[in-house]
């Protein structure tokens, strides 16, 4: 015997299952909790509490909507933990920084002014994948067919937008990346 248990075939039927539908695990947790960086953590929570109980799970039932009420429950608590860290953070740390009233708008203009500029200088398609990807918060699985390359290709040339961007900010802005 070793240091854990093995997963029963039952559970390991379950992970494959959410392994399958994984993506629309996280379309549905956007919808809730629209930062992707903070959607991909709560799926990965997901995965975690659907293996705790996958005892549960009926076999042959809806697995989407069973993970997805799962995914729920996760982003709420995600959600209610991040609320009480701002209030915590609010109250002790930011008047501290920033005075009652918050960052000061001068602080930020010069960084958002620079970044509607190099914006403007984006190459046309790169513009649009941008405008597609933060504007209208489209995943890249659904620009691929809209620009007709494949969701891999639109991740790279995402990338490189932003790389792109970034560098184009910061040339802007006389500082050498490291905001």
């Known amino acids: 015997m070793g240091d854990s248990p093995t997963p029963s075939d039952h559970t390991l ?11 629309v695990v996280l379309y549905y947790v956007l919808t809730i909790e629209p930062n992707l960086g903070d959607a991909q953590d709560i799926v990965q929570e997901a995965f975690l509490t659907v293996s705790r109980k996958a ?21 709420l608590q995600f959600q209610r933990t991040r609320a009480r860290a701002a209030a915590r953070l609010d109250d002790d ?4 920084l920033y005075g009652e009233d ?24 790169a ?33 490189r937008a932003r790389h792109t961007l970034r560098a184009c900010v910061d040339r802007t802005l006389g500082t050498s990346g490291l905001s």
Not at 13 to 23: A, N
Not at 93 to 96: A, H, K, N, Q, T
Not at 108 to 118: F, I, N, Y
């Open 13 to 23: 039927q379950v992970q494959r299952l959410f392994v399958q539908h994984q993506q």
């Open 55 to 75: 005892a549960t799970y009926a076999l042959g039932t809806n697995f989407p909507a069973w993970a997805c009420t799962v995914a729920r429950y996760q982003a």
């Open 93 to 96: 740390v930011l008047e501290m």
């Open 102 to 125: 918050g960052p000061a708008p001068e602080m930020l203009e010069p960084r958002t002014q620079a970044l509607k500029g190099c914006l403007g200088k984006l190459a046309p398609k």
């Open 127 to 159: 513009a649009d994948l941008i405008r597609r990807r933060y504007h209208l918060g489209q995943m890249p699985e659904d620009i691929a067919p809209a620009v007709g390359w494949t969701p891999n290709s639109v991740r790279v040339a995402l990338t």
